[in-house]
């Protein structure tokens, strides 16, 4: 009978640990999308500092409205871009100033994807170990049951 | 599964889920709280390669209002602080939050005596982003 009381406990952990990898491969979608994310950011900025150090005073662009409208618009001064410099704060800067201000802002995002891809990893160490346990208490399932099944069986 | 489990050890089990969630939580708003240290931290070091004469702009929902260079640099230096206070504190939190967990293990653990032979599993292992 105490045998039976055994099985249930091991079936207790295994749901545990079964939810813990659960939430661990929920864990690592979810760094995914964050270092998703923080690509299309550089991507963005990548895209600015080649506008900014393409165009010149005087320069016309097509000023985007929304709904696929735009409209034409000139450079008056290169020399005063206005650029985000995060925490709810932007600086008019002159060219090379915003230039350098996005490049930051990417080293920035490099070093947060550079830790989100270490705390992936550990995440991912730490699920298999988890998957390996899970194997383990499945065979000592199986091999209690099988012991059980032999005493009943004697 | 939980079936096969005595009531006591499903309540257990059941308080050991929540603390999980409560893990996640914890995580999520330290990364959040982590994220805007960052990011504001960023803003001030950039002040430093910036004229006090420039014109700087406060982002108000889409609009850009002109202020002052010295009122921004007070605000990110306040902003940087309380946000580090806010990350220590969610620390703090983790940590309690993964002593309970463990104890609740244990706990857990002696309840279903020798039966499932393997250690237990690790802690509640939240970092999501």
């Known amino acids: 009978m105490m045998g039976g009381g055994g099985g249930g406990g091991g079936g207790g952990q295994m749901q545990q640990v079964a939810q813990e990898i659960e939430q661990m491969e929920q864990e690592v979608e979810a760094i995914d999308e964050e270092i998703e994310r923080l690509r299309e950011k550089q991507t963005d900025i990548d895209e600015a500092i080649e506008a900014i150090e393409t165009l010149d005073s005087g320069s016309t662009v097509q000023v985007p409205l929304g709904g696929d409208a735009y409209i034409r618009a000139t450079i008056e001064d290169i020399d005063e871009v206005v650029v985000s410099l995060g925490g709810g704060y932007s600086a008019e800067r002159e060219q090379d100033g915003a230039v350098s201000t996005l490049e930051t802002k990417k080293e920035t995002l490099d070093d947060h994807i550079s830790d989100l891809q270490e705390e992936k990893a550990e995440v991912e160490t730490e699920m298999e170990e988890l998957e390996q346990q899970a194997q383990q208490m499945q065979q000592q399932q199986m091999q209690q049951m099988m012991q059980q099944q032999e005493q009943e069986d004697e | ?129």
């Not at chain 2, 960052?38 to 420039?54: P, R, V």
């Not at chain 2, 009122?71 to 703090?92: G, H, P």
């Open chain 2, 1 to 129: 599964m939980q079936g096969n489990l005595p009531p006591e050890a499903q309540e257990k089990l059941e308080e050991l889920q929540d603390l999980q969630q409560t893990a996640q939580q914890v995580a999520a708003q330290k990364q959040q709280a982590e994220t805007e240290l960052q990011e504001s931290q960023t803003a001030l070091d950039e002040l430093d390669d910036i004229d006090e004469d420039s014109t700087m702009y406060r982002e108000v929902g889409e609009l850009l209002v002109k202020t002052e260079f010295d009122e921004a640099q007070d605000d990110l230096e306040e902003k940087v602080n309380s946000l580090e206070v806010r990350v220590e504190t969610l620390e703090k939190q983790e940590e309690r939050v993964q002593e309970q967990f463990e104890e609740l293990q244990s706990e857990l653990q002696q309840m279903l005596g020798g039966a499932g032979g393997a250690g237990p599993a690790g802690g509640p292992g939240a970092g999501g982003a």
